[in-house]
């Protein structure tokens, strides 16, 4: 999936993004995508849990097409039939300066970039540039505030992170995501609930290289077995854990029961820990 594309902000930012684009990866590890010699680790309690955010935290439902349609009727702006898709375009265009942004770690200038992307595209389609400011406004709120349209918080969220608290054990997110990772997570309500919060585009590297899954060791300054990682993607999350070093489960809640490595619920995560430690 091409998790990038958005209007005025992304909500997120898969596995294509810095791959597609060479920079800063390449993995010196091998990688295996095969669950069926996934083999659990031996039984130690975790200190650390870290998350994926999209669709282990939240659900994420979004179309570059319709939610720029969305803000741009949200502002009472008429646009063009074509101008979703010319925006799509000139997005796709500048991804790599959009990356060099994202590094500098200033979320000032990636605002900045998006500001200035949408005053290009409303020349181009013919409107007045002078909107960019305004629908970058309409979209955080409607794309990254507590009612968004983008993001939906799993009603199991909550009640997992409580009990890690009562447990002492810390938390945090590692997710291959822009720097609106930040800005998702507190209009969901739980940043403040992470001691840590990784955006991929802001380190150079994402999941399932190594390096970022560094970022969490090194931060919480733990053995990597201690720390616990859990996301939807066998390839990125759980298999990338496991390479580092560092033990791995994974959430989908189609499921009807709790089978290792899969969760059906992270309120089973207490559950989880028997068998992966």
């Not at 596995?15 to 130690?44: M, T, W």
């Not at 960019?132 to 990254?144: C, K, N, T, W, Y």
């Not at 919480?220 to 854990?241: K, Q, S, T």
Request: net charge negative; hydrophobic share 40%; with cysteine.
């Amino acid at each position: 999936m091409y998790k990038i594309a958005q209007l005025l902000r992304p909500p997120g930012v898969h596995v294509p993004i810095l791959r597609f684009f060479a920079i800063g990866y390449s993995p010196s590890y091998k990688i295996e995508n095969n669950l069926n010699s996934y083999v659990p680790q031996d039984s130690i309690p975790p200190k650390v849990v870290s998350f994926d955010c999209a669709q282990t935290l939240l659900e994420v439902d979004w179309s570059v097409k319709r939610y720029i349609a969305d803000v741009c009727a949200v502002a009472g702006l008429q646009i063009p039939l074509e101008a979703p898709a010319i925006y799509e375009q000139l997005h796709r265009e500048r991804l790599g300066e959009y990356l060099a942004a994202n590094l500098t770690g200033n979320h000032d200038v990636c605002d900045a970039w998006w500001i200035q992307l949408g005053s290009d595209w409303l020349r181009v389609v013919g409107l007045d540039p002078d909107w960019a400011p305004r629908l970058q406004e309409l979209s955080d709120r409607i794309g990254f505030g507590p009612e968004s349209i983008l993001f939906t918080l799993y009603d199991d969220v909550v009640p997992t992170l409580d009990l890690l608290a009562e447990m002492g054990i810390r938390v945090a997110v590692l997710s291959n995501w822009d720097y609106t990772l930040h800005k998702s997570l507190r209009g969901a309500g739980i940043y403040d609930r992470f001691e840590l919060v990784v955006a991929s585009l802001e380190h150079g590297v994402e999941k399932p290289d190594p390096r970022l899954f560094q970022v969490l060791i090194d931060h919480f300054n733990v053995a990597p077995e201690e720390i616990l990682h859990i996301g939807d993607n066998p390839l990125d999350d759980l298999e990338g854990a496991i390479v580092s070093g560092m033990r791995g489960a994974l959430i989908d809640r189609s499921r009807t029961n709790t089978h290792e490595p899969w969760l059906h619920d992270l309120r089973c995560l207490e559950e989880a820990f028997g068998w992966i430690g």
